[in-house]
């Protein structure tokens, strides 16, 4: 029989010959030291450098280590989900492969697994190497996504995170197709809690994540977890419609009092207001709609029960059901 996994470490690897034997030599440092079965799961994100070749060397020295390969680039957070699916240990860590996220820190998130949390998440309390952009944006999103969230998704957080089994089954449940990792672990919820650290700079190379990559992931967050966006129209459209109605309101009144008639400018403003408010709000009205569609379609459980207790018939697990 197969040995019992108890920790999988999960790293997402794109283009990172350079630094990926430092990482391996780290990561297997703190693991050996915890006296404890576990594997390196390495997802290759269609990287194009040598980055392939020391994945399968490495795998075939060392047992602990297993090679996920995808067929092109599908992005972190798909490589992230990839991980999670293939794993099989009691715990599972997301890393990242730059050395950005300490590995050391991995002890620290063990022992509060040990204490009873089932996910415990690395928040960065400064950032070191990164640009000012870079840290204004991400620090702006963060704060952005705080607010809009329906969700609420801890700042300045990434995916350097534990989670128990338990999480890991219910987060492969969730069939998301642009998926929000950080978002979908906070909404499935159990008992979470931080540990906080310094973000060092990448060890080699250059940010995998370009601008372009950055605002994805940031409209998958947003768009994953608010109906801010969709609810626009409706907001808009209460306003124009409401203004709208007070002009008529103030012009009638004038008639009213003075006898003076409709003017033409302030009739067509009038009629513009009304008109467009309608439209306005009948888009918010649409989009109510879609937003509850696309709650369908995210096919995300609808609830999640940790404990099911005082039944007198076992209760079974909603995926036993499926
Ligand atoms: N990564 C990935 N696919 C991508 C981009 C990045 O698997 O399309 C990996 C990358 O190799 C690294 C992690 O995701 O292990 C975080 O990426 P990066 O360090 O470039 O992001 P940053 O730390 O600059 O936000
Ligand atoms: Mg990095």
Redesign the pocket.
């Given at each position: 029989m197969l040995n019992k996994i108890n920790y999988s470490i999960v790293?997402?690897?794109?283009?990172?010959a350079e630094v990926l034997q430092s990482s391996y030599v780290r990561l297997t440092d703190v693991l050996q030291n915890l006296s404890a079965n576990y594997e390196l799961l390495f997802?290759n994100?269609g990287s194009w450098d040598d980055t392939k070749r020391q994945l399968d060397q490495m795998e075939r020295h060392d047992e602990h280590v297993k090679v996920l390969h995808f067929s092109r680039?599908f992005?972190?957070q798909l490589?992230i989900t990839a991980g999670v699916d293939y794993a099989s240990g009691e715990a599972v860590v997301v890393i990242?492969?730059?050395l950005?996220d300490p590995p050391e820190l991995i002890p620290e998130m063990i022992q509060k697994w040990q204490e009873g949390y089932d996910v415990i998440y690395a928040k960065r309390s400064a950032r070191k190497g990164e640009s000012p952009f870079k840290k204004l944006s991400a620090s702006l999103f963060y704060r952005i996504l705080d607010k809009v969230s329906e969700t609420s998704i801890p700042l300045d957080t990434g995916d350097f995170r534990l989670m128990d089994k338990k999480v890991c089954e219910q987060l492969r449940l969730i069939d998301e197709k642009n998926p929000f990792v950080r978002g979908q672990v906070s909404w499935i919820g159990f008992r979470q809690t931080e540990i906080t650290y310094t973000r060092d700079a990448?060890l080699y190379g250059e940010?995998?994540?370009p601008l372009r990559?950055m605002v994805k992931l940031s409209l998958d967050g947003i768009t994953s977890f608010s109906y801010l966006p969709l609810k626009l129209a409706s907001y808009l459209g209460s306003f124009t419609l409401g203004a709208g109605f007070l002009c008529l309101l103030v012009l009638l009144i004038k008639w009213g009092v003075t006898g003076e008639q409709l003017s033409g400018t302030g009739g067509i403003a009038v009629l513009l207001l009304i008109l467009f408010g309608s439209c306005f709000l009948l888009l918010g009205i649409i989009g109510e709609y879609l937003a509850r569609l696309f709650e369908d379609v995210k096919v995300r459980p609808r609830y999640i029960v940790d404990e099911a207790n005082g039944f007198d018939f076992e209760v079974r697990k909603r995926e036993e059901l499926a």
């Open positions: 790293i997402p690897v794109y283009n990172e997802v994100d680039n992005g972190h490589a990242d492969a730059d950005q990448r940010t995998k994540y990559k």
